[in-house]
């Protein structure tokens, strides 16, 4: 099994920035596609971004031109910058991750999640 652990969140004034970082270890041959989704009460969770192994990304259009993702796949690192935040973006956000174990077949896994909040 793979653990995802989330850091990097908090408490910033709206315009500040923050740089979500996700962790992940434990067994697997290959992490494929990882991204970062966010959920706030009410709310389906959403989309942010999300990253392929080769580095091609996709970004929500609330993250587009602000937010950027990246990651390191030597060390199975993920990483959310985020720009210009405001009290939209107050959520919490997850890491998730698309597990190769080696036996043929995928899984995606799922951070705890790291509470961002965006307030003056």
């Known amino acids: 099994q793979v653990q995802l652990v989330e850091s990097g969140g908090g408490l910033v004034q709206p315009g500040g920035s923050l740089k979500l970082s996700c962790a992940a270890s434990?067994?697997?041959?290959?992490?494929?596609?990882m991204g970062w989704y966010r959920q706030t009460p009410g709310k389906e969770r959403e989309l942010v971004a999300d990253?392929?192994?080769?580095?091609?990304?996709n970004y929500a259009d609330s993250a587009k031109g602000r937010f950027t993702i990246s990651r390191d796949n030597a060390k199975n690192l993920l990483y959310l910058q985020m720009n210009s935040l405001n009290s939209d973006d107050t959520a919490v956000y997850l890491c998730?991750?698309?597990?190769?174990?080696?036996?043929?077949?995928?899984?995606?896994?799922w951070g705890q999640g790291t509470q961002v909040t965006v307030s003056s």
């Open positions: 998730t991750a698309e597990v190769f174990p080696g036996n043929g077949q995928y899984y995606t896994a």
């Open positions: 434990g067994s697997f041959l290959v992490i494929g596609i």
């Open positions: 990253i392929s192994r080769s580095g091609i990304t």
